[in-house]
């Protein structure tokens, strides 16, 4: 209809784009490629090669593919629920899991803290009930389950998104020609919400292996994730140049997964919202 | 929930005490006059670089009002996030409350001004023993005025600890598993473990700096976590039993939970002192010094007391303490003695601090 669009119009998201998002960028190849005299280097980039950092990269890992495997096998049957329903599940999901995400993530970890501790509220329940204490905070546990809990709704949405869109005639069609229950589900749903799926795995497994506050408020800073280390090279280091240079190699396994998003879900059909 | 309303009640009888120290206002000696005359005509603003809650509100609005300076506020967490902000100069401050080690810093690499002490008449509050402290990095008192001191020690619970605390020790002892609050940062951490092995806490040989960081790994099992901020409501709330911390929030946990007892073990222990310095490209000197002479006043300095509870070097500010109990405590205003093997950190330059960061890397990720 409108052919000659105003080339105008992008110039606030363009401004906003070069600003915030490819300007830093290049300041964090620059400082991640030099030393702290300004001469090129790889050193930043091999410290990752450290035991310590190895293994704070390898943690991070770990966590973030279990966290992501729990919201996985926790969302899709709770998608599939909500997608069945006779009326339109939107406003329920958007209640009892958008509305939590009105408040500060920050302020929802810290109450995770609160709520775990020693003497904290699960703790208080269970001893009223003469239940054994809980003791998972301050370990990878509290750690997985404040990833699980934060970042469930990312994996939740897409996979909705996709089974809603599906095709009714689609599954009617496989069961005329005599498909079971299962069948139906392995042959045809399954490999339909794959795009959402994808895209939910990328957007739980990224921000999970990037988080320092996570690791920092409910593993009492005792367990070091690679984010963590990035974290206290800007913070108590002063040392931007390794900070930068760890990034860049997180960034990889970053661009990775998007790849591999990129590959199955073409059209972005499994777009969150 | 309890602690929620605790928390809520200590608040309002925080802002009784504060209505209190209004009174002091009206006893201003007559030494405050000459100082803030010569900031009125001055007028324009100041901007300011403190640590978090770490002056009364208060008082800035009480030194608007006097002199008619506008106070632009800013805080900051820790000492490595101020100095990069300051050195890159991308926004001039005028007043900035570095700690010992970071002045150190500054005045090495030509960051701060010396202050016109003329201007700063209050400065003779000051006790004269902070002053000598301060000469540990600032050679000839001619770039900063001490704000607060204190140090670092032990807090514990009576009710969960049944021998008597005096050294550094009793943080490796397995009858506290998971009962131990250690400082999440690199010095801190160290500092402890250095002088549990009896050397300085500002050595620069690798071979101590490694047998410290052996001991704090094999301390890490019994760490229930390394926190900073969080040692206090921790404690508060009986969440430890033994908590490293500085002495000003020491003060502040007893009022709020009577069992906790705070001590500086006989090994030694960090004596820090915070002070305020002028940055080179500071805009306003005039107004910054006007600030810092006004916060050198006996009663300015007992509100900013009161209300932060670090230990004041104001002398005359001490002396209007009402709370005897106070005046007098050996946690606010250690005795000389007690202070005995206790040192003030000192700037080690960046190869060192590097040394430091990678070995506090290896206690954090085993």
Redesign the interface.
């Known amino acids: 209809m409108n052919k000659k669009k105003n080339p105008l119009l992008s110039g606030p998201y363009l401004v906003w784009t070069a600003a915030f998002i490819i300007i830093p960028l290049i300041l964090i190849v620059y400082y991640g490629l030099t030393s702290s005299e300004g001469t090129f280097t790889w050193a930043n980039i091999m410290e990752i090669a450290t035991p310590e950092n190895r293994k704070a990269l390898w943690l991070a890992l770990l966590l973030s593919v279990i966290s992501t495997a729990l919201c996985l096998i926790m969302a899709y049957p709770l998608a599939m629920i909500l997608s069945n329903l006779k009326f339109n599940a939107t406003g329920l999901i958007v209640m009892i899991f958008i509305i939590p995400m009105w408040m500060n993530f920050l302020l929802r970890t810290l109450a995770w803290q609160t709520l775990l501790e020693k003497n904290g509220i699960i703790n208080m329940v269970l001893k009223f009930l003469h239940l054994p204490a809980l003791n998972i905070i301050n370990t990878p546990y509290a750690i997985v389950l404040g990833m699980v809990y934060n970042f469930l709704p990312f994996m939740l949405l897409p996979i909705y998104n996709s089974l809603v869109k599906m095709d009714r005639n689609v599954i009617n069609a496989a069961r005329d020609l005599g498909a079971g229950e299962f069948q139906t589900f392995t042959k045809i749903i399954l490999p339909l919400s794959l795009p959402g799926v994808i895209s939910g795995i990328t957007m739980v497994f990224v921000p999970s292996l990037t988080t320092f506050v996570i690791s920092d408020l409910l593993g009492g800073s005792k367990i070091l994730l690679i984010g963590n280390v990035i974290e206290q090279k800007f913070k108590q280091g002063s040392n931007w140049n390794v900070g930068s240079g760890l990034s860049l190699v997180l960034m990889v396994f970053i661009l990775i997964s998007m790849a591999i998003m990129q590959k199955y879900d073409k059209d972005g059909e499994g777009a969150a919202f | 929930m309890k602690r929620f309303l605790s928390l809520t009640l200590s608040g309002a009888l925080l802002l009784g005490a504060l209505s209190g120290c209004a009174k002091i206002e009206d006893a201003k000696d007559s030494t405050e006059a000459a100082g803030t005359e010569t900031a009125a005509a001055a007028g324009g603003k100041v901007v300011v670089y403190n640590w978090g809650e770490y002056l009364d509100p208060e008082v800035i609005d009480m030194f608007e009002e006097e002199t008619g300076i506008k106070v632009v506020y800013e805080e900051f967490e820790?000492n490595?996030?101020m100095?990069?902000k300051v050195a890159a100069g991308a926004i001039s401050y005028d007043v900035v409350c570095p700690s010992d080690y970071m002045i150190q810093k500054m005045i090495e690499n030509d960051l701060l001004q010396e202050i016109n002490f003329d201007n700063i008449p209050n400065l003779k509050n000051i006790g004269e023993e902070y002053l000598s402290w301060s000469e540990e990095f600032d050679p000839g008192n001619k770039y900063s005025v001490p704000y607060c001191w204190g140090t670092v020690g032990i807090l514990y619970n009576k009710a969960m600890v049944e021998e008597p605390v005096d050294s550094w020790d009793i943080l490796w002892d397995e009858k506290y598993k998971?009962n131990i609050l250690m400082q999440?940062?690199?010095r801190d951490a160290l500092m402890v473990a250095l002088k549990k092995l009896g050397y300085s806490m500002n050595t620069d040989s690798e071979e101590e700096i490694s047998q410290a960081t052996q001991l704090l790994i094999e301390q890490?099992p019994l760490?229930?976590?390394?926190?900073i901020d969080q040692v206090r409501d921790?404690m508060i709330?009986?969440?430890a039993a033994l908590g490293v911390i500085y002495s000003g929030e020491a003060i502040y946990t007893q009022r709020e939970n009577p069992d906790l007892e705070y001590v500086v073990p006989k090994e030694g222990s960090n004596l820090w002192i915070d002070s305020w310095v002028i940055p080179k490209n500071a805009q306003n000197v005039a107004n910054a010094e006007a600030f810092i002479n006004f916060l050198c006043r006996p009663d300015i300095a007992l509100m900013n007391f009161d209300y932060i509870t670090y230990s004041t070097p104001n002398k005359a500010a001490r002396e209007l303490i009402e709370d005897e109990d106070i005046r007098n405590s050996t946690i606010a205003f250690p005795t000389s003695d007690m202070l005995e093997g206790c040192e003030t950190y000192q700037y080690l330059g960046d190869e060192t601090?590097?040394i430091y960061?990678t070995y506090w890397?290896?206690v954090?990720?085993s």
């Open positions: 820790t490595e996030i100095y990069p998971d999440d940062s690199v890490k760490v229930q976590a390394y926190v921790k709330g009986n969440e601090d590097n960061n890397n290896k954090k990720s």
